[in-house]
């Protein structure tokens, strides 16, 4: 089992930057990849960016250029680089892990609690 805590949501201006972490305990030696969903009111749940333990990553077209996704493995910790925010990323943003193909698929065997980012324009 897998546990994973997220931290630094927050509110922030249009054009504003936030920077959202991840901390993974527990059986960590299972986790392949990890990656940030979000899921804005009234929407699905969408994912955002991934990263494998090799360091290969993935984007959502919307996000490309103005997000970045890293990994410390030493620290068991993935972080999302969030640049040049719209309001159209507010969001609950949730952390997961799993193989790759799970974190592709939407179903990650582990899923943090989330935390809300709010873009004001």
């Known amino acids: 089992q897998v546990q994973l805590v997220e931290s630094g949501g927050g509110l922030v201006q249009a054009g504003g930057s936030l920077r959202l972490s991840c901390a993974a305990s527990g059986s960590i030696v299972s986790i392949n990849a990890m990656g940030w969903y979000r899921q804005a009111p009234g929407k699905q749940r969408e994912l955002v960016t991934s990263?494998?333990?090799?360091?290969?990553?993935k984007y959502e077209d919307s996000v490309k250029g103005r997000f970045t996704i890293s990994r410390d493995n030493a620290k068991n910790t993935v972080y999302l680089q969030m640049n040049n925010l719209k309001p159209d990323d507010t969001a609950v943003y949730y952390c997961?892990?799993?193989?790759?193909?799970?974190?592709?698929?939407?179903?990650?065997?582990?899923w943090g609690q989330g935390t809300q980012v709010t873009v004001s324009s």
């Open positions: 990263i494998t333990r090799g360091g290969s990553t």
């Open positions: 997961a892990a799993g193989t790759p193909i799970e974190i592709l698929l939407g179903a990650p065997r582990s």
